[in-house]
Every structure is written in C-alpha cells, then in structure tokens.
C-alpha cells in the first residue's frame, strides 16, 4: 500500500506517495547532508548482518550507504552461487529504513542476466529466435522471480555490440547487428520494468556496458578498444539510444578505453551524448570498479582524480565503494568539483530509487517466493524461448525430424548428454542444476518408445561400441559454461580437446549422426560440417533444455532460429561480421580474401537457420511513398512468402538495405527490420517494410543523421546473402 499525504510523517513530507516524482526529490534532496548525499553514490557488497563489519551496519544505520550489490561469482557449476535470503535483506533494509535518519532505502542490485529460479537461454541465443515480444513475456516471467526475492535493480541487458566470438562475454549480448540487438534489449528492458517498475513483481534494468565494451581487441577482457567516432554512432550507440527510448532506468558505465579515454571518464559520451543529447535522467553507475580502474589506465594519478574524473563525467554511483566514499567531500572542499555535479548525480539515484518503489515497498515478503519459484506459465515461456533459439545449422537427407512413436535404437552420447548445471550458462547466479532437465532426460520422455543406449561422457571405446549398436547417434557436445563469460575468453575458436575427434570418430561409423552442440558462442566444427547428418547449435540453454531440444528433434517444435552472429569457418577469418562497410578494389579483384587458404564467405551467415519446411521468397516490389512532413520520401518494400514444403513452419523475412552512394563508406548491406511468419503448407504471405528517414539515413562526418538522395538497393529474404533490388530515392 502507498504512502499517502495523511500517513506521512511531518518531517519526512518526501515519503507523501501522491507528490509528484520530482518534488519528492528536491524535498528529499533539501533535507540532505554532504554526507548523506555522497553515501547515496556508494554501492556495497552485500553482507548479512551476522557476517558484515560492525563499520558498514553503522554506516546503513547513518544513511551513507545508498546500495547494496547482492554479489555472486560466476557459474560454479554445482549449485547457486550466494543464494537470497529475504531475512538477511530485510535486516539490513530496517536499518536504512527505520534507523537512519532520512529513512532512505537501500537498492538492491543483482546479476539477473538471463533467469532467476527459471533460466533462459543465455542472451545471445535469445537473439536467435529473432523474437523480441517473446523475449519481453519471458524477462518478465525473470523480472516477477527475482522481485519476489528481494531484488529491485537487474545490471542487464548487455547491449554491446560484438563480433569477436572469442570473446567470452559474448554470451550476454545479442551479436553484430545493431537493430537486433536495438531490439532485443528494448524488450528485455519493457519485460524487467513493465509500465512501472515500482509494481510488485518488476525492477530496474540496467543497460550496459556504455560504450564500446564489446569491441575489446583480440576477444581479451577488460581490453582496449578502438571505435572511430563513425562507427560508435552508427553501430554500436544505437543498441543504447533504444533502451533510453524504451525508458531503462539506468545504464552501466564500462571499463574500456575508446582512442584513449576511458569511458568512465568520458564527457563527451556519458555527460553529453547520453545525458543531453539523448535525455536520459536515470542513474549511471560505474562497471565493478571502473572508476578506481582509471588509475590502472595511467589517466588518473589517485582515488581522488579518479573519483573527480567519474563524477565529472557523468558516473552517478560508483560500484563498488573505493573512492567515491572517501574524496568526494575533500574535492568538493577544494573546489575540484562542483557541489552541483553532486546534486545531479544524487537526483539521478533517488529518482531510481523512487521509480523502483522502495519508499513505499522497502521490505520483501518472507513467503512470495514460494509461490512464484519456477511457476508453470514461466517454464512455459522459457520452454518456448529455448526451442526458437534453437539454429538447425544442417540437416542432409531431411534425417529430422525422428518420430517420437517410431522404434529406434538410438544412441545419446558425448560430454552434454547428461549435463545439467552446464546449460545454466556462465553468468547465472539463481539456478539450480537439479531443475534442468538434460538432453538424455529430455529425449526419454518426448521418445518413450525409443531403445535409448548411453554411455559414461569421457571419449572410451564403450561409447563407440553404444554407437555401433544404434541405429541413429545424438552426439552431444559444446563447451563449459567455465570457458564463457567474463574473462574467459578463447584465442583458438575451436571445440573443446577431444571434441572434434568424438566427432569424427563416431561419424566415421556411418550410422546417421545428429550433433547438438550446446556453447556459448558460435564455434565452428570442421568434423561436424563434414560428418553431422543433421547440426543443432542449441547453446546454452537454460533450465529446460534438455526438454527443448527434444522437441526439436522429435518434431514437436519446428527449429526457427537464426544466428545472431556470422559463423567464421576459423580463427583467422575473425572479425567476420555481414554488415562490413564495402572497401575499394572489390570490382576488379572480387576474391582478394584469403582465396589462397579458405572461402571468402563465413561457415554460415548471419541471419541463417533452416526448419523442417521450405520458404521461397518471390514478388519482390519497391513502392515510393508520397513525402512525409519532413520532405522526405519513404519506400514500402514487399516480398510474397510462400511454404513450399511438407509441413507447418516458421521463418523470419529479413529486410536489407544499401545505400550505394553517401558521405562516407556504407555497409554492404544492413538490415533494417525482421518478421516472424508461420505457414501452413502450401500457405503464402506478403510482407512488408517501411523504409523511411529512420531507416535510409546514417550518421555522417560530422556526427548528425541525414539521409542522402539517390541509388539504395534492398531485399527481403531468409539471411544476410539475400541478392538486393535497386531503386532510386
């Protein structure tokens, strides 16, 4: 129940729940010390009061704390990694509350990636079911479970843009392209904060990491990166702009340096194109430590230039407590900063924490966890993600699907077979391994008729000679959640050790060999390119896996998933992206790539993934549409879809645009809007897209958006290889 003007105390008039936002801040903001205010851009780790320094206590009861960080390590792969408990938090929420002074809440935030109780497939391949209201119902069905537990602030999505597979924090992102990953992370941040994050069962998001982040040269963590001004605006900036649009409440700054400057430093990002330009009043907080970080990037020469420097910049709240704390107050004395600067950042955490409805709801209940732990209807929608992530990447002699009700002997093998804590992926702190269901378990139960062999994971001869016995072999294999995530990135883009020999060598028994490769990145495998009758890429896909690929495979879900990402056929061919800018000397010397040694093309593009139907695309048509108020004309492109194949299915009608004459060197081509469509066998359909300023348009020398006259070619097809028409604007 809100506060109302009648249950406000007299001299707390900010806690009047029918005040509007901002006069609730500046009352607050008017009753606040120097020392309250600097404590409210701190951010702790989170201690139980049995296990936390009597100093910190005493700090929550003074109000100089303003958040807690409920921490966890990444994936261990044997359970939950600090679990919540709603006691432990409400302690420490009466101190803020009841003892302090101001009564100002804490903030709990807390690593709410991908899943709570119910895991989703890891964001990446979230991007693959190109499917961005369901991503919305299933984030959620994340958002109610972590709510219910306690948590007020998620640090996702991770909108970096990224095309270096060999980067271990791929797996948080959405992949290459710059309206996916615009609209998969608008969706994630509707589905955590729905139409008001103070309700009950929603939080804060946070995107992030601004800005850059995911360009990190070589795939190495935490390394530098180099974006020209050109490229941050028109690839990886938009992903970010998206989520403001979408109302995210607050946004991460990273640890990268761009040309020099780190970004926890940078003005001309974070104050200026962020704040002012884009009008985003939310909170920024730093990346674990970043501020502090700008002394290792040798631009800060101490914590109180370092602090100076955030705050500067634009960094709100510093994550977690190093310099903030102890020099905001000697630099403000000195004049170093200004008290202003501190005011702003203050009114940005206090409006977060106003929207997040801790002043009217600080406290969790002990008992709503229970009831909404891993509810049907989110194990539902999870079950339907994981399967649209699904990207039949192969399937010779239409092998799948496999009748559940046929009698098969089948053999289900490899390291993934019965894995389960491995599909939590790497950045999942509330999982349990005992609620996936592995592949093994999932194939029993689609397929009960089916003589199901199976054998220890390691590589043996008895697994070869289960094999042998089969009639069709599952080959499940992939890479750890241990080799994914944050800092753990690869240099070689390959299978795991021994991986590509399983492979080969159960190919090479001639039974027909499916392989379900369950990572976290897009890996190429030359044995199964070579060997596989059919190839799943299933990722890391959450707590219902195992139930979700056997859909797949028994043909009770129809695989639609696309990648996210181009598939390179190796490490060399790295950064392997569809939408490169177009370089000179192309017409005269079209194969000056690497002909000598490997194809141009990657394994598969992005955009790619079959089904167990055909789609033909025909009627492609260009309309010029009348001018809009700005003068300037907009294009309708039309394409005819039509199921040519045996059976019900989905694809995803891609639209892709050039423009063939501007400013400065344009991608060979972009995509410009995607659509899921479902067909009946023998069942046509006419899509379309508008093209207008929003979508012809860039960003040019001089940092603003135009749009230039002239020859532009487009396309609606299946993936990025789809032939353009030519039209004139």
Known sequence: ???????????????????????????????????????????????????????????????????????GSAWAGHGQSNPLDPEALNAVQRMAVE???????????????????????????????????????????????????????????????????????????????????????SAVVRGYQGDSPASGDRMIACAKHFCGYGGAEGGRDYDTTEWTDDSLRNYVLPAFAATVKAGVGSLMSGFNAIGGTPVSSSK????????????????????????????????????????????EAGVDMEMIREHFEDELPGLL???????????????????????????????????????VRRREDHVNTARKV????????????????????????????????????????????????????????????????WEILTSDPAFTDEMLFNASLADIVIACVGESPCRTGEVHSIAELTLPPGQEELIESLGQLGKPLVVVQCSGRPLPSPAADHYASAWLLAWHGGTEAGTAIADIITGQTAPSGRMPMSMPRTTGQIPCYYNRRRPGKIRQMPNYRYHQDVQDTPLFPFGY???????????????????????????????TITNTGPSAGETVAQCYVRDEHAQVARPERELKGFKRVALAPGEKQTVSFTLGRDTLGYFGQDGTYRVDPGAFAAAIGADATVPLVSFDV
């Open 1 to 71: 129940m809100s506060r109302t003007e009648a249950s406000t105390p007299a001299d707390k008039p900010w806690l009047n729940a029918t005040l509007p936002l901002e006069e609730r801040i500046e009352l607050l903001l008017g009753a606040m010390s120097l020392e309250d205010k600097v404590g409210q851009l701190i951010q702790y780790p989170f201690k139980a009061p049995a296990k936390a320094e009597p100093a910190d206590l005493d700090a929550i009861r003074g109000g100089r704390i303003g958040s807690l960080i409920l921490a």
């Open 333 to 371: 004395e000195s004049g170093r900063i200004q008290s202003s600067q501190v005011d702003d950042a203050v009114r940005r955490v206090l409006r977060m924490k106003f929207r997040s409805g801790i002043f009217e709801k600080p406290y969790v209940e002990a008992d709503l966890y229970a009831s």
């Open 386 to 449: 994981t399967s649209k992530s699904i990207v039949l990447l192969s399937n010779k002699d239409k092998l799948l699907p496999l009748a559940p009700k046929q009698k098969l002997k089948v053999a289900v093998l490899g390291p993934y077979a019965s894995a389960q804590g491995q599909h939590l992926g790497a950045w999942c702190l509330d999982g349990n391994p005992a609620d996936v269901t592995s592949i093994l378990d999932g194939l029993k139960a689609a397929a009960p008729d």
């Open 99 to 185: 003892e302090s002074p101001l009564g100002i809440p804490l903030i709990y935030g807390r690593d709410v990636i991908h899943g709570h109780a119910t895991v989703l497939p890891i964001p990446l391949a979230q991007a693959a079911s190109f499917d961005p209201a369901l991503i919305e119902e299933a984030s959620s069905c994340v958002a109610r479970e972590a709510r219910a537990q306690g948590v007020h602030w998620a640090f996702a999505p991770m909108v970096d843009l990224c095309r270096d597979p060999r980067w271990g924090r791929i797996i948080e992102g959405y992949g290459e392209d710059p309206l996916l990953g615009s609209e998969c992370g």
């Open 268 to 311: 001309t990002w974070l104050r200026e194109w962020l704040k002012e330009q884009q009008g985003f009043d939310g909170c920024v907080v730093s990346d674990w430590g970043a501020v502090g970080d700008l002394i290792y990037h040798g631009v800060a020469a101490d914590g109180a230039e370092a602090a100076a420097l955030g705050l």
């Open 609 to 639: 993934g079959l089904g167990y139907t055909e789609f033909t695309y025909s009627d492609t048509t260009v309309k010029i549409l009348a001018a809009a108020a700005s003068g300037e004309p907009s294009v309708e492109l039309s394409a």
